[in-house]
Every structure is written in C-alpha cells, then in structure tokens.
C-alpha cells in the first residue's frame, strides 16, 4: 500500500494570515490532485500537477508539486473565512491507475 | 445535467441487514468509483469500474459487493451491515481514471 501523508492535521487562523499545507510519500507521483470539501459535500477539484516543479496558481491559492514528484503544497494568501474547508491531496502513484488520498487538514479561518 | 446522485441521503441501519447505495452519473463516464470517508482518515477507495460489465477491488473492499450492468448506474451493496461499516460513502466518476473524478454528494450510513 502506497503511502501519502499530509500535514498538519488541522489548522485555526485569523483571517487575512497565510497558510502552507503539505503533502508528501516516499514514492513517486505520475499526478497529484487537490480537493477541496464542504460539510455534507463531495470533494471538488481544485487543481492537478503533473510536472515536477510545477507551480499553478488559483487566485490566493498556490500549488506547488516538488521536483522529485515526491511532494507537494498549496500555499493560501490572506486567508479568507470562506476558505473554511477541508483540503485534500490525492496522489496516483506512478504504475497505478487509481488515487490515493491523504487524510486531510482540516482549516478554520476566522472574521 | 444532474451530474453524480447519489441515494438515500441517510440510512440507518441494524447490525446483519443488508442495502443497496445507489450511484448513478449522466456525464457517459466510463470510470466509477466508491469511496468511504471516515474521521481521520481521508478517502479510502472500496471498489472501482472503468466499464460497464469491469469491476475492480480497491483497498478496503471487505463486506461491500458491486456490479456494472449500465455505463450510467453503480450500485454498492452490503449483504450484511457490521459496525464497522458505519461511514459517509461517496460514489465519484470521470471520463477515463486519469481524468477529473467528479464526486456526488455522499451517503451517510450509521449501522447500529
């Protein structure tokens, strides 16, 4: 079983403050994929990375996938209360045709 | 396009009884997939299809049975409802398995 961690596990901030989620395995991604879920939603799809040392941005959203294709991280710029959410990464493993998800940070962005 | 249903909302159920989630996508997907989200631990793929009539076990498939008789409907099945299983479950579908996974709104099981 492949492997993906992501950290932290959860995240409390004052809005306007900025905030790095990470992602990481020891095995190598063919692609990675962010999601973003609301309480009593399925995830939606944020981005996807498939070059090492891509970087893409989505308004105040940064997403980063590390040159080894090991890792990856979404950067948020003066967080916002409506970025309340929980994010996922969600990595295919080179050789394997399905996804693996992290287990989540859960971030709370308060007035 | 109503996109991923999925059905019922909610369901409760006793230990030993047996139900059926239903999946169902109007996007002429060919990957389906379900999930199951618990506290903690992220979304963990139970079963998958790339095609109707192909199924697949993903990594937690113990109690859970599926089938692909229409490229439009996937349905998850418990035979017999343990604890364990108590869950939100999530069906998701995309054009191939390395195109974006659209998911439906969840199914949240309580097996008493």
């Known amino acids: 079983t492949q492997l993906l961690e992501q950290s932290p596990q959860f995240l409390s901030i004052q809005e306007g403050e900025n905030l790095t989620v990470y992602c990481n395995s020891s095995?190598?991604?063919?692609?990675l994929q962010w999601y973003r879920q609301e309480p009593g939603e399925g995830p939606v799809l944020l981005v996807t990375?498939?070059?090492?040392?891509e970087v893409k941005k989505l308004k105040r959203l940064t997403f980063q996938f590390g040159d080894a294709r090991k890792d990856s991280s979404l950067h948020i710029t003066a967080a916002q209360p409506g970025d309340t959410g929980l994010y996922l990464c969600?990595?295919?493993?080179?050789?394997?045709?399905?996804?693996?998800f992290g287990k989540g940070t859960m971030l709370l962005v308060s007035p | 396009n109503a996109g991923v249903t999925q059905t019922p909302k909610f369901q409760v159920l006793k230990t030993g009884q047996s139900m059926t989630l239903q999946c169902a996508q109007d996007?002429?997907?060919?990957?389906m997939s379900w999930y199951r989200q618990d506290p903690g631990m992220g979304l963990r793929l139970i079963h998958y299809?790339?095609?109707?009539?192909?199924?697949d076990q993903g990594e937690v498939p113990n109690g859970y049975n599926v089938s692909r008789s229409t490229t439009e409907d996937f349905p998850l099945r418990l035979l017999s409802a343990a604890p364990s299983q108590t869950s939100v479950y999530f069906c998701?579908?995309?054009?191939?398995?390395?195109?974006?996974?659209?998911f439906g709104p969840g199914t949240r099981l309580t097996v008493l």
């Open positions: 969600a990595g295919r493993f080179t050789g394997y045709s399905t996804l693996t």
């Open positions: 299809s790339v095609g109707a009539g192909i199924t």
């Open positions: 095995s190598v991604f063919s692609s």
């Open positions: 996007m002429n997907h060919e990957y």
């Open positions: 990375v498939v070059t090492g040392g």
């Open positions: 998701a579908s995309s054009f191939s398995t390395r195109d974006t996974q659209y």
